[in-house]
């Protein structure tokens, strides 16, 4: 069924029972072309774009909890394509695009708004660093701005100018950047997948990878075993302990990462803002809650929940740029599972395994790199070559000396 003004007129005035349910709940079959192990938004894409534009059907996504249960589900839903390093930008900058038409791609309303992001600058070393980045983003196609304190005031007029320990000197502004309702975009790719004949399995977890001959041939569920001609691990969070079932090691730890919604507002936050002397970022969802986040819990774990210390530490930072945040009562707070990876760039890649493929270290930021995500990991497993823009996404990168170490932090996940 396409969606249309004139459908949503058709079942508004007839009592909406003409709407259908929006993907199938096959049984699994026996064999696929491909299995992909995951069905958050990176799996889901992955498959989506298989089947339109690789002509891929033959495939089963195979989720063990329910579409949108994991960090598609979870994110603060923040995309934008404001990086510096040659591995990434073009990257990211090639999944803005895709977000600008995805809409009308999926036939599905997933609330695409390019509000605009606001990265503060705070020091004169911070405001080169940051010239140095728009220059990156301005010579790959994308869009970027500096601002002035007068620029930022006229949009800000709330945030705190003059804090006597980090004052505001200006901005780096990508208008391009903005928000995505996430889990409509887990529903789009869904929908989409189904209807090119992907089959979508709930409740079925993965709990072996089999290899024979050193060939991965299907993966072991806790609906029956399937066999499988490639099989495409994209499982985020999980991604060390999936991958530890064909034997392998990653460079990547997983950490939890929490959000925060306060009680809804009326309109004050025009963007997506981030604080450039501390990790804070914030900005207003359509409901007016003002939906914001900040670093990692600093150690390792699989919990889908944080601790206090973390609480504490972002809204200290709320407070230094935007004082007011501290009237606003708080609603809800939850927290999702990051695949860090140690240069904080993400994977997209075979394995040492013929059939094996690997789709991961995402970070705390890719829900933005979704669509991108999806369709280069398709091209890589239709084609088996990498898209010409996440060509630097391999596994072997750190045994080559060849990091993509965009904040220059090193391999401590917790200082990305
Ligand atoms: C609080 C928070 C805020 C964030 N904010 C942003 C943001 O503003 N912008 C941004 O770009 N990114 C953000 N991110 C990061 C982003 O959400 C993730 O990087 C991205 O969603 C990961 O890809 P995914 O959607 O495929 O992951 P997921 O949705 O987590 O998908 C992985 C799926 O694999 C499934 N799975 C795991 N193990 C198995 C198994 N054995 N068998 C079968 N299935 C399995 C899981 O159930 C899950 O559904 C944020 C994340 C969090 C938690």
């Known amino acids: 069924m396409r969606y249309s003004a004139w459908q949503i007129l058709k079942e508004g005035l007839t009592g909406n029972k003409g709407w259908k349910p929006v993907w199938r709940e096959p049984e699994p079959k026996a064999e696929y072309d491909i299995v992909i192990i995951g069905g958050g938004g990176h799996g889901l894409s992955t498959a989506y774009y298989l089947a339109k534009e690789f002509g891929v059907t033959n495939v089963a996504v195979v989720e063990k909890g329910w579409l949108g249960s994991g960090n598609i589900g979870r ?12 591995g990434n930008q073009p990257f990211y900058e ?14 599905y309303n997933a609330m695409v708004s390019q509000r605009g992001i606001l990265n503060l600058i705070h020091s004169d070393p911070q405001r080169d660093a940051f010239a140095r980045r728009a220059n990156a983003m301005r010579l790959s196609g994308a869009d970027a701005e500096l601002l002035d304190r007068e620029g930022i005031a006229k949009m800000c007029p709330f945030l705190d100018f003059d804090n006597a320990r980090f004052p505001i000197q200006g901005a780096l502004w990508q208008p391009r950047g ?27 977890e993965v709990t072996g990878i089999d290899i024979e001959g050193g060939r991965a041939v299907g993966v072991q569920t806790s609906r029956g075993s399937i066999r499988a001609k490639k099989i495409a691990m994209c499982v985020a969070g999980s991604s060390s302990r999936v991958a530890a079932m064909a034997g392998m090691r990653l460079p990547i730890e997983s950490h939890v990462l929490q959000a925060f ?22 900005s207003q969802s359509d409901k007016g809650g003002l939906v914001f986040g900040g670093d990692i819990d600093g150690y390792n774990t699989y919990a889908q929940r944080g601790n206090l210390p973390v609480v504490e530490d972002v809204c200290e930072g709320g407070m230094a740029i935007m004082p007011m945040i501290g009237r606003a009562r708080l609603l809800r707070m939850w927290g999702g599972i990051m695949d860090m990876s140690m240069d904080g760039s993400p994977f997209i890649t ?67």
């Not at 809804?264 to 804070?280: D, E, N």
């Not at 596994?395 to 990091?403: K, N, Q, T, Y």
Request: glycine share 12%; net charge negative.
């Open 350 to 416: 075979k394995t040492d395994t013929p059939g094996l493929y690997f789709n991961g270290g995402w970070c705390y930021g890719g829900f933005k790199a979704t669509p991108a995500s999806g369709f280069c990991y398709a091209h890589l497993l239709a084609k088996d070559e990498p898209h010409e823009v996440a060509t630097a996404f391999r596994l072997d990168r750190f045994m080559r000396g060849a990091p993509i170490d965009e904040k220059g932090q090193g391999a401590q996940p917790n200082l990305h």
């Open 178 to 204: 903005g928000t995505v309702r996430h889990d409509a975009v887990a529903w789009g790719y869904a929908r989409g997948a189904d209807e090119r004949g992907v089959d979508i399995l709930q409740n079925c």
């Open 94 to 107: 090639h999944s803005l695009k895709l977000w600008e038409g995805l809409e009308q791609d999926f036939n």
């Open 75 to 86: 994110n603060t839903t923040i995309i934008r394509s404001n990086y510096l390093l040659e």
């Open 261 to 282: 919604v306060s009680e809804g507002l009326k309109p004050v936050i025009p963007g997506v803002i981030t604080f450039g002397a501390g990790h804070f970022y914030v």
